[in-house]
């Protein structure tokens, strides 16, 4: 087998003295869709800030590309090729959508396949581009996740992180969302999805991890978590 | 002479230099929510620097027409001024980062103080005249009179916000500082160095109170360790009636105190029959300081604050 491209081994993190990853490993091959489920306060966010950078781990190891990650400062990620769509979507309001784009592709300086790759964006989400000189600010929920997600693209990850992208969105909405993510996976693109919307997240990814109060409690494939009484009786409503 | 338009342009020149230092103020609050009251003590610096400098080139002998002179001095001035801006952010802000916001406001009077003290004995305590470099040009303005130092502020003035608001908006630089200051975490995910975007905005400020400050001593004749106190109260003043964290708000609240200042000072006389005379004039600023905290908080431009996604 290859290289992973990610691999995180016994990670803990801790907020004061609240314990909120407990010891995980998980891995991520390249070009693969690894979904990340789990209930309310399960550890998903924590864990993916922690390998952005954003929160600091107590214990275990991240490596990325086969490196230890643990020495780059924040704004360094994106330039090793992990960027994350944050919960919430954190776009930048009184940016206009353009702007916001331009911003993902703030470590890159090659100007003319910038423009390029805003007009690729525009292509997934031609919404967009019919707004690209409006405030981020004044767009719809799910018009504002595609910013996040097209900001994010723009800096050519090679592991991208979505945190809940389906997030109070309407069920028309989510499934365009869901169609860009499968897009961009099709592109070669690897993934790690969080989602509460366990089912639509297990049949769109090739693996899944299940993350319960800090702790894995399943690895298997997307198939096979999905064929699993437990996991449908507690996560997908079944 | 006309009065009201000899006190326009009074007003003008004066309100270029609030519009200048209260966008020091307004652009370090919109990227950490700190106001700097250390700022008026940078404008001080700025204008001290100066007077020295062309003292010192002035007593070697050198022989360069006043305004030669004078921009020599803002040559040296500004990069001082943006040296203490900067070590400002170091050494007393950014230490307190993720303190409670009452840490940094006190440092921050604390600092200005430490910086006034350390002034006074470098320069001393008492006015320092600015050198008689420049001729005294007066012009006739319909019937009104303007100096070419007058004329020369106003004009470097639209010169330097015309460039700030280029840099802001149109750039790459500008660009990364208005992400920051909507949400610096998601900036920092994005790859902008978030302390490197901090510094540059305490530099920029700086470097335009530098600015102030000698417009200040070259019009007014004079320059003094204490003078950033009243200055800066002032343009901070400028700031919160133009909505603070606003740029284009800091420039109309600039211009526009500096307007209801010396309009006051020219009528306050008439007005009061003679009782109180244009040595009130400081009086305006507080009056427009607390009229504006207690009907519009916002400040003119500002928004009310609701938009952090
Ligand atoms: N900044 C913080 N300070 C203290 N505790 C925190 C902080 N952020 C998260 N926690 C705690 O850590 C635990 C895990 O939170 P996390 O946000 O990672 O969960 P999650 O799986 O993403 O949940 P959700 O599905 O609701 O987004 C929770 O108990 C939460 O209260
Ligand atoms: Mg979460």
């Given at each position: 087998m290859?290289q992973?491209?990610?691999?995180i081994?016994n ?8 314990h ?7 891995e991520?091959q ?12 399960a ?11 954003m929160?600091k ?15 780059l400062?924040?704004?360094?990620y994106?330039r ?12 930048f309001?009184?940016?206009?959508v353009?702007?916001?784009l331009?911003m ?23 919404r967009?581009?019919?707004?690209h ?5 004044t767009?719809?929920g ?27 969105l ?12 499968r ?29 319960e109060?800090?702790?894995i ?16 009786k ?5 | ?20 230092i ?7 609050y919109?990227?950490?929510?700190l ?11 700025g204008?001290?620097v ?6 010192l ?12 002179l ?47 003290q ?5 320069w001393?305590r ?20 303007i ?5 020369a502020?106003m004009?470097i003035?639209i010169a330097?916000l ?25 900036a ?5 160095n ?10 920029i400020?700086?470097a ?16 003094h ?16 009636l ?14 526009l105190l ?45 928004e009310?604050?609701a938009d952090?996604a």
């Amino acid at each position: 087998m290859s290289q992973a491209l990610l691999q995180i081994k016994n990670l803990k993190v801790a907020y004061g003295g609240i314990h909120a990853v407990k010891g995980i490993d998980l891995e991520i091959q390249p070009g693969e869709l690894v979904a990340l489920i789990g209930a309310n306060g399960a550890g998903k966010s924590t864990t993916l800030k922690t390998l952005v950078g954003m929160v600091k781990p107590a214990e275990g190891e991240i490596l990325f590309k086969g490196a230890a990650t643990n020495k780059l400062p924040v704004y360094d990620y994106v330039r090793e090729g992990m960027v994350l769509v944050p919960e919430g979507r954190g776009i930048f309001s009184r940016l206009t959508v353009e702007e916001n784009l331009q911003m993902g592709a703030y470590v890159r300086n090659d100007k003319a396949e910038i423009a390029a790759d805003i007009e690729r964006v525009f292509g997934l989400f031609p919404r967009l581009k019919e707004r690209h000189k409006q405030l981020a600010g004044t767009l719809s929920g799910g018009e504002q996740q595609m910013v996040a997600i097209g900001r994010a693209m723009m800096s050519r990850p090679k592991l991208l992180l979505l945190d809940e992208p389906s997030m109070g969105l309407a069920p028309i909405i989510v499934q365009k969302i869901f169609e860009i993510i499968r897009m961009i996976a099709a592109e070669g693109v690897t993934m790690l999805l969080v989602e509460q919307n366990a089912k639509l997240a297990l049949q769109t990814a090739n693996r899944g991890y299940v993350m319960e109060s800090g702790k894995i409690t399943l690895a298997d494939s997307a198939e096979n978590l999905l064929a699993n009484e437990a996991i449908q009786k507690a996560y997908l409503g079944e | 002479m006309d009065i009201f338009l000899q006190q326009l342009i009074n007003g003008l020149t004066i309100g270029s230099i609030y519009a200048l230092i209260a966008l020091g103020y307004t652009m370090v609050y919109g990227i950490m929510q700190l106001i700097n009251f250390a700022h008026g003590e940078v404008v001080m610096i700025g204008a001290m620097v100066t007077i020295t400098f062309i003292n010192l080139l002035v007593g070697m002998g050198v022989h360069l027409p006043g305004p030669l002179l004078l921009l020599a001095g803002l040559m040296m001035a500004i990069p001082v001024s943006m040296l203490v801006g900067y070590a400002i952010e170091r050494v007393a802000y950014r230490p307190l980062r993720r303190a409670p916001r009452l840490a940094p406001l006190i440092t921050a009077i604390g600092l200005s103080i430490v910086l006034q003290q350390l002034a006074s004995l470098i320069w001393g305590r008492s006015f320092r005249p600015f050198p008689a470099i420049l001729e005294t040009n007066v012009h006739d303005f319909f019937g009104a009179s303007i100096t070419s130092l007058q004329i020369a502020s106003m004009l470097i003035t639209i010169a330097l916000l015309a460039g700030l608001f280029f840099l802001v908006e149109r750039t790459k630089l500008g660009r990364a500082m208005r992400a920051t200051s909507q949400n610096p975490d998601v900036a920092g995910l994005m790859g902008v160095n978030i302390n490197t975007i901090i510094s540059t905005t305490f530099m920029i400020g700086s470097a335009l109170g530098a600015v102030a400050g000698v417009m200040v001593a070259a019009n007014y004749d004079q320059a003094h360790p204490y003078m950033g106190a009243l200055i800066g109260l002032k343009a901070f003043t400028a700031a919160v009636l133009g909505g603070i964290g606003n740029l284009a708000g800091a420039v109309v609240g600039g211009f526009l105190l500096g307007f209801i200042e010396s309009m006051g000072s020219g009528y306050l006389g008439t007005w009061t029959d003679g009782a109180f005379g244009s040595n009130y004039k400081d009086i305006f600023a507080f009056i427009v300081l607390i009229a504006v905290l207690v009907f519009r908080p916002s400040g003119l431009l500002g928004e009310r604050v609701a938009d952090r996604a």
